[in-house]
Every structure is written in structure tokens, then in C-alpha cells.
């Protein structure tokens, strides 16, 4: 059964990535944030996203709070629903790349599998990924949410580094160790790193 | 059960949609065409957004093209599909409004409900309906992708205007009378229409 959304002619040729890029005057990418609950990647991402636009860049977090609280509400825990979670994340990571947009994506996204997931469907050529590498100790330590807490107590299921495992990149584009350095020591870092790529 | 990953606190900042529109240099709104298929959406909206970024504004459309083929292409048609391809493309659609990206959707959303239920996740606000309104018999004589033929035929079921209702808008921020006057003053209409809206 054929349905009439579903078909489209190719004539109505809409602006294309190539030149929007060309009117914001940068090269999209998408930028993926991995790591442990309490890394830094959240505040990583605010500041490296504020860097670039001071810096003339156009870019774009998605995250927890604008991507759970939308699109993706609809959806719980379950592994068939953490799939969905990525899967809509990096489609949405697509339209805004195909926008001309350079996309901070912000997720935990403990597996490789996950990860590979996620690249898959943005291209590999579009897809840096950046691996927050926190130790658990410091992130359970610094708990700012609670989290860990609870999660030793029982409360969470399927908490990342406590009850269920985290994966780190084999080979990750680029590792800030925001165990150690401060954070506006890794948003230079990345920002210094990222910068050649998105520069016309 | 409480997740990790859908607690957030409030201290990490993401630049807001209205250093964004200063950015861009526009304001952001959702323009919503609605109209039957073969009535222009797709072709006003494509000629809309390349003459928004001659003039200087950032604009991106949200189509089938781009939608279906990603993230809703795990929806089929059924009543409870439709209202999930809706309201994905709403969220979707606010966003790129949050982004402060002027953002044009084509869909043929064909009942007062189902646009009353992308506006409320958009906001009124910010919210720009366009009806494109050629009448059905224009829309079938010239069916550009042959689906009228085929509804007729009754290949193709649930056709919006022959076995299913088109509700047009009772207040419509726009009409653009499609079926009589040419694209490109369709487009021009449309254009001056939204100029002063989206002009910082």
C-alpha cells in the first residue's frame, strides 16, 4: 500500500548543506560527547558551544534536557527504548549537520555498540568523537546530582559504572581528561581541536 | 525508578534562543504549510527558503524528504503513527525555533486537530500557519506524482481529499492561492508577508 506523504519528486531542490555552510561560514560536524554521569560532559559542551559562537561558529548542544524533554519524552528505559533514544539523537544530529550546523551531541552513550550506532547513521566522515574521561572514583566523588548515591543505594537501575558497564572509545578523535584538568583547560582543548575542521 | 541520564541540574547554561537570533540576526518563528498534495507546499516552501537566504535570514524546511527518510522512518500510517510523525515533527520544528532558525514544515496535515496539536507543542507564538490552497480539482488534473490517479483507482488508501477529509484552516495566518497565481508569486507573497516577523 502506497501511501502519498510517503512519495516525493526530486524537482523542489531545497538549499543544500554545501551551501549553507557557505552562508554561516564553517563546516558542519558533529561533535560526540562520551562519558560517565559527572565527567564534565554537560558543562563541557555549554562552554565549548558559547566558545564557538563568541568565535563566529554556529553551533548546537543536544542534550538531556532539550532532547528528553521533546522529542524523545516518549520514551523510557527499556534497551529497545535507549536504542530509540540514539537513534532519534542522531537523526536529529543529521537534519541539524545537513543544516550546516556544527551539533554537540551530549550522552552518556556508554557502549560501543551504541556509539557505533550513532556514527552510522550521522557518517562516519561527519562524526568526531570526544571521550570526557573522568575516573569513576572522581565522578562518584563529585556526584553534583546525587546520582551515585542512589545508585549505590540501589535506587537506579542500570547505573553506568556502578551496576551496568561503560565502555570506553577504542579510538575516540580526541580524549579530554576532565578528571584532572579544569574545565575551561578541556573546552580550549577541544575548541583548539576542533577549530581547523570547521574553518572555511 | 529514577534514571541517570533524565536528571539535569540547572548551572550548565546553553546559549539561549535569543543570543541565537542576535547571532543570525533574525527572529526565529514556524512557518506551517498545510494544503493538499499537489497543491505547492513543497515547491513555495523550497522557493521560500532560498529567498530567505538571499535576503540575509538563516531558514531551514522540514519536509517528508528529510523527515520520513530519518527520524520517522519507523512510523507507518496508522492513526496513532500519524500523530507520532506530527508531533516529532513539531519537536523537531521547535528545536530549530530554540536554535533561533527560522524553520518552514510541509506536511498536509489535514485536520484542524492535528495542527492545533503541532502549534501547542510549537507554542501560538511563534506559530505561522500558511494555508496553500489550490482547489482538489487543480491538485488532480495536475497530479505531478500520479497519486491522485492512483487514489482513485483506490491503490492508495486514506487519500487526503478523496477518501479522506481535508479540513482547511479557519483562521490561517496566510493563504497562499496556489491553484491561481504562479510559484514564484506564491513565494513572493509569502516572503513579504513573514519579512517583517522574522527582521530584527
Same mark, same amino acid.
Given at each position: 500500500m502506497?501511501?502519498?506523504?510517503?512519495?516525493h519528486p526530486g524537482f523542489d531542490k #531545497?538549499?543544500?548543506r554545501a551551501e549553507r555552510e557557505?552562508?554561516?561560514?564553517?563546516?558542519s560536524k558533529v561533535?560526540?560527547?562520551?562519558? #560517565?554521569s559527572g565527567s564534565g560532559k554537560t558543562t563541557i559542551a555549554a562552554g565549548l558551544e558559547r566558545k564557538l559562537l563568541e568565535n563566529g561558529f554556529f553551533a548546537q548542544v543536544l542534550d538531556g534536557d532539550?532532547?528528553?524533554s521533546g522529542i524523545n519524552n516518549n520514551l523510557g528505559f527499556s534497551l529497545e527504548d535507549r536504542l530509540e533514544n540514539i537513534r532519534r539523537i542522531a537523526e536529529v544530529a543529521k537534519l541539524y549537520l545537513n543544516s550546516g550546523i556544527i551539533t554537540?551531541?551530549?550522552f552518556i552513550s556508554p557502549t560501543i555498540e551504541i556509539r557505533k550506532?550513532?556514527?552510522?547513521i550521522i557518517g562516519s566522515d561527519d562524526f568526531l568523537e570526544i571521550f570526557v574521561d573522568a575516573p569513576l572514583e572522581i565522578c562518584e566523588k563529585r556526584d553534583v546530582k546525587g546520582l551515585y548515591q542512589k545508585?549505590?543505594?540501589?535506587?537506579?537501575?542500570?547505573?553506568?559504572g556502578i551496576t551496568s558497564p561503560y565502555e570506553p572509545p577504542i579510538s575516540p578523535t580526541l580524549t579530554l581528561f576532565s578528571g584532572k584538568e579544569p574545565v575551561q583547560v578541556s573546552v580550549q582543548i577541544a575548541f583548539d581541536f576542533i577549530e581547523p575542521l570547521i574553518r572555511k
Open positions: 502506497v501511501n502519498q506523504e510517503n512519495i #531545497l538549499v543544500s557557505k552562508f554561516l561560514n564553517q563546516r561533535v560526540w560527547m562520551t562519558g #560517565l532539550n532532547i528528553r554537540i551531541c551530549t550506532y550513532a556514527e552510522d545508585a549505590r543505594k540501589g535506587e537506579i537501575k542500570d547505573f553506568t
